[in-house]
């Protein structure tokens, strides 16, 4: 056999080949967007974050995550988050599940759900079965009943709406107790 015939068969084997071994393999590639439809789960996480000037922001502890990179998604069991201002504990939060939307920029916490509020005038607890919190907007709220119990009242609220950059609340259909100071 002619060394030119042989040296055009390997080439020709060698094509073929390769061509069938790359484009059979294309179709299990992974492609980049198919990794953003992973869910991830991770358990026992201790979460520190910081704004843009570098001080403490939120610290948090949660029993068990899930998250949904695709859809933008997370679910928390027992989370228990303390919000800073200027480096001090300014609220805290404790729910049995929160739900986070949109990379959390909102959250839904559910069952026994525990806010407090600390100020300079004492600390106001509020406690619910829902609220709905927009934590880079440090907005909170629910339509669901409210248990307020503040230094000097006591009163339940058919919802709420509250700014903690202002230190404003909005009740609803208050029933309860004022004895100020």
Do not use: C, W
Not at 37 to 61: F, P
Not at 69 to 81: E, M, V
Request: proline share 2%; glycine share 8%; net charge negative.
């Amino acid at each position: 056999m002619d060394t030119k015939v042989l040296y055009v068969t390997a080439v020709a084997i060698a094509a073929i080949g390769g061509g069938y071994y790359y484009y059979s393999g294309s179709g299990k590639k992974l492609d980049v967007d198919s990794s953003q439809s992973m869910k991830y789960s991770a358990e026992g996480i201790q979460l520190v974050q910081t704004d843009e000037k570098g001080n403490l922001h939120v610290r948090a502890h949660v029993d068990h995550l899930e998250q949904d990179l695709q859809r933008k998604t997370s679910q928390l069991s027992n989370l228990n988050a303390s919000m800073f201002q200027n480096n001090q504990v300014d609220s805290t939060f404790f729910a049995k599940e929160a739900r986070g939307f949109n990379d959390n920029e909102k959250v839904i916490l559910t069952g026994d759900v525990k806010a407090t509020k600390i100020g300079d005038s004492g600390t106001m607890v509020f406690l619910t079965d829902e609220l709905t919190g927009y934590p880079k907007q440090r907005l909170f709220e629910t339509n669901h009943q409210v248990t307020v119990n503040a230094p000097d009242a006591e009163f339940i609220s058919q919802g709420l709406k509250a700014d903690l950059n202002q230190g404003q609340y909005e009740f609803a259909h208050i029933r309860g107790k004022y004895v100020p100071n």
